[in-house]
């Protein structure tokens, strides 16, 4: 590779008319992968969103009305000395995302289908029912929250491997408060008392939802993009999503002869596996940034705190759901304490310090 020799800056923005580095190699080398070869993710990914920094001689040539450029750094408190380093984990692009929601969507619809022909809904619990009516149905505005959080902040990441990452997160939000909306639609064709508004009216005014309600729009509220992605991923996720999906809806429904509900939840459990070690990975790099590093991590130790408490405070309104099953199979405090426990782990794994306020 060619030694750039000192040269006055050149203006023109004409093929040709500087020489960048690697000009004259026959490689293809315009970024550095990860591995040793570069993945088809990131030949679909890096660099799909330009950056004038990189390659270009002008800044750009778009702005909006008061000057912001088309992206800018300034859009997140946080800071990195190279935001292109970072790699989703699990290497996601629009092909194979598309290929995976197509799965998941057909799963659903096969194991409901299923259900449906050998009468398994009809021999639910009615008290059961009840829980699916009212609470199953008003969390489903929670995963739409959000998926419009996380779908309002993709369009600010500096970066195209970042921007997916959070996207795809949406996506698999929107998709699976869907899969509820369209689920409760379903299994209310063999229970014709079922009440598809009650869902809608327990999220805006029983007492139980209100404080997931603050939370969720507290995030929705945020106006750095990051504190979102952060927000729902290692502070609303662990501490109140996943005990819901998992502490409770997983763990009691098979004890109310319903099979089908735990199959229709469980994607939404694998996508948060997914975002999760994406989200992870990010913070984890800007935590750990040479230049960065220090700042940062008091950044999400601030954010930790904010969305800690409501999260903790919602968390805690949601007990009394653990109490109306007929057949009680979870502890809530027991299912309060791992998902506490786990999002002190992420937060250990970030690197950030995990506030005490939120154990009590």
Not at 30 to 55: I, L
Not at 124 to 144: C, M, N, P, R, S
Not at 321 to 349: G, Q, Y
Request: net charge negative; with cysteine.
């Amino acid at each position: 590779m060619s030694t750039l020799t000192e040269q006055s800056p050149v203006k023109s923005g004409a093929a040709g008319a500087a020489q960048f580095s690697g000009w004259d190699s026959r490689k293809y080398n315009y970024f550095e992968p990860k591995g040793r070869k570069a993945s088809h993710y990131e030949d679909m990914t890096v660099d799909v969103q330009p950056d004038p920094n990189r390659y270009l001689l002008q800044d750009w040539i778009l702005a909006f009305a008061d000057g912001t450029p088309t992206y800018s750094k300034t859009w997140t408190a946080a800071k990195s000395s190279d935001w292109h380093q970072f790699r989703a984990v699990d290497e996601e692009w629009e092909r194979t995302h598309y290929q995976r929601q197509s799965t998941i969507v057909g799963m659903i619809t096969g194991a409901i289908q299923n259900a449906r022909r050998s009468g398994a809904v009809k021999r639910f619990d009615k008290t059961w029912i009840k829980v699916l009516e009212q609470h199953l149905g008003a969390y489903k505005h929670a995963e739409f929250g959000l998926g419009t959080a996380t779908m309002h902040a993709q369009r600010y990441g500096y970066t195209q491997m970042i921007n997916s990452a959070i996207l795809t997160n949406a996506s698999y939000k929107l998709r699976f408060a869907q899969d509820l909306t369209l689920y409760l639609g379903e299994i209310a064709l063999d229970l014709p008392n079922l009440d598809l508004d009650a869902g809608k009216q327990h999220w805006l005014t029983d007492p139980i939802w209100q404080d997931t309600r603050r939370a969720i729009e507290t995030i929705g509220g945020a106006t750095d993009f990051l504190e979102k992605y952060f927000a729902v991923n290692v502070v609303f996720e662990p501490l109140v999503a996943d005990l819901f999906r998992s502490g409770f809806i997983m763990q009691v429904a098979a004890s109310q002869n319903d099979f089908l509900t735990p199959t229709v939840v469980s994607a939404a459990e694998g996508d948060y596996e997914r975002n999760l070690a994406n989200a992870v990975e990010l913070f984890h790099m800007l935590a750990n940034d040479p230049q960065h590093g220090e700042p940062n991590r008091k950044l999400f130790g601030e954010w930790l705190e904010k969305h800690g408490a409501l999260a903790s405070a919602a968390a805690k309104q949601l007990q009394s759901i653990w109490s109306i099953p007929h057949v009680k199979t979870a502890h809530f405090n027991d299912c309060l304490n791992s998902s506490i426990e786990r999002a002190e782990m992420i937060a250990r794994e970030i690197g950030v310090h995990f506030p005490s306020s939120i154990r009590a």
